[in-house]
């Protein structure tokens, strides 16, 4: 923990998985970190170019901002996501203003609530959890990806991207690393086997579908007035522009 950051004010945030997933021995496992009042230090990293055009430049942000003596690696994504909703409120205040489908529309970022967890179904500091194809019943474990096993997907297709250009290997990739058994079996090539070749489009989206209610996050939807007068429950659009809407970026 670097000295300078103890110099600063700080936050500390409840993350939505509880810190369950984590092992005991891991810092996470607190389910709290803390971050500290972004610096026009944060601002700079905000438009590092370099860092922009890497797409890393909101990890930089975040990493520069945890005080909590973590891995960052560690963070499952839906941890993850709720840090940059504290980063985001401690920095620029709660009100955030985007555009949808040509409209104006300012929210409320501190009335975002975590997502209900089932810790019902964890075992603490194991992040595996079981799945039965409804169609199939083939039994899958998976675990929720952290933000190492983002970067190792995102490298995964950038390299399949250079043999293919054309190709769009997204979903079976991401299912590829979250999949850690089929019917028992660990081995990779089995893993892979079933994702190209048996899993049947029916049990893939309910699967998705499973672990998107399940998996520990931030809840991003917020209820919109349209100008047709009615409701419209949208997703809370988080980019660069969300730290800083008015950077020329």
């Not at 399949?160 to 990739?173: G, H, Q, R, V, W």
Request: glycine fraction near 6%.
């Amino acid at each position: 923990m670097s000295e300078s950051k103890l110099k600063f004010p700080s936050e500390t945030v409840e993350l939505p998985s509880k810190g369950i997933v984590y092992p005991k021995e891991n810092p996470l496992s607190s389910g709290k970190v803390d971050i500290k009042y972004m610096t026009a230090r944060e601002e700079d990293i905000l438009t590092n170019q370099s860092y922009i055009q890497k797409g890393t430049v909101i990890d930089k942000l975040l990493q520069s901002l945890i005080v909590s003596d973590i891995d960052f690696k560690d963070l499952i994504v839906g941890d993850k996501n709720a840090l940059l909703i504290a980063a985001r409120i401690l920095g620029y205040g709660s009100e955030y203003e985007f555009n949808w489908r040509n409209e104006k529309v300012t929210i409320d970022l501190s009335s975002l609530e975590n997502k209900d967890f089932d810790k019902s179904q964890c075992e603490q500091g194991k992040n595996e959890f079981p799945f039965t194809c409804p169609k199939s019943g083939t039994i899958l474990t998976y675990k929720l990806l952290t933000h190492y096993d983002e970067t190792k997907i995102d490298r995964e297709l950038k390299g399949l991207k250079k043999i293919n250009k054309d190709a769009s290997p997204e979903l079976s990739t991401r299912l590829k690393h979250m999949i850690i058994s089929v019917d028992g079996s660990d081995d990779q090539k089995d893993i892979r086997d079933f994702v190209n070749n048996y899993f049947l489009a029916q049990d893939s989206r309910a699967f998705r579908n499973h672990i998107r209610d399940f998996q520990p996050d931030v809840d991003l939807t917020v209820s919109i007035d349209t100008l047709e007068g009615g409701d419209e429950d949208i997703d809370v659009p988080i980019g660069l522009n969300f730290f800083w809407p008015d950077a020329d970026i």
